[in-house]
């Protein structure tokens, strides 16, 4: 089916562990992001990519590590989990724009918990 | 540095309006418009353009004052449908979109 799928949508893991939330979108749009959503603190944007092979860090990065080898994939990794990941995690991708930046098209989410 | 939303929190009965909020300290290229409601993804709502365009969606407009670097969401005869967050997201040069904190919003019978 067309759009946007996060997988895992739900993960319970434990410190240290290392964790992969996998994206993937069927539009073949050049950009993907990722967010976290915590309760206070809205939506922030961890990585980034603008096409296969280009990836920038957002604001909260630290702890995170993406890789965009396919347009259509864009996997987040934490490598040695930590308590304070524990957060709903999205997946969002854009078609081509100029300078602005279109609609952004969310997936579902992954509900992550770090014991 | 996420733009700054006000209210955060709103209760409307049926039918009133709301406006809705949103600041950055940054010259803004862009500024958007989600909803999400509980459980859910955030629904892209509009996009507003630098040079201050106002654009509609059925009863929900917006606004971009570019001097100021702020926006407002109107939301005219609420319908208990309208209920849930509002974020607004700003993109200042880079292909970034930073989202305020949110401003929920309760429409009641």
């Known amino acids: 089916d067309a759009g946007i799928t996060q997988s895992p949508r739900y993960k319970i893991t434990e410190t240290g562990r290392q964790v992969t939330l996998m994206c993937h979108q069927t539009w073949s749009h050049s950009y993907m992001f990722w967010y976290r959503q915590d309760l206070g603190h809205g939506l922030r944007l961890i990585y980034y990519?603008?096409?296969?092979?280009?990836?920038d860090k957002g604001e909260v990065p630290d702890g995170y590590v993406v890789s965009r080898s396919k347009t259509e994939n864009f996997p987040l990794t934490l490598e040695s989990a930590t308590r304070s990941q524990t957060s709903v995690y999205f997946c969002a991708s854009s078609g081509p724009g100029q300078a602005a930046i279109g609609e952004l098209f969310f997936g579902e989410g992954s509900r992550l918990t770090v014991l | 540095q996420q733009p700054v939303q006000s209210p955060q929190a709103v209760i409307l009965r049926e039918g009133e309006d709301a406006v809705i909020n949103c600041s950055s300290s940054k010259a803004l290229y862009s500024v958007h418009w989600y909803r999400q409601k509980h459980g859910e993804a955030p629904v892209f709502l509009m996009i507003?353009?630098?040079?201050?365009e106002q654009k509609g969606h059925e009863k929900i407009s917006a606004s971009f004052n570019e001097k100021k670097q702020q926006s407002s969401l109107y939301l005219t005869a609420s319908q208990l449908s309208y209920s849930g967050t509002y974020f607004c997201g700003t993109q200042a040069g880079s292909y970034q979109l930073t989202f305020g904190k949110g401003t929920k919003l309760s429409v009641i019978p």
């Open positions: 507003l353009l630098k040079g201050g």
């Open positions: 990519s603008a096409a296969a092979d280009i990836t």
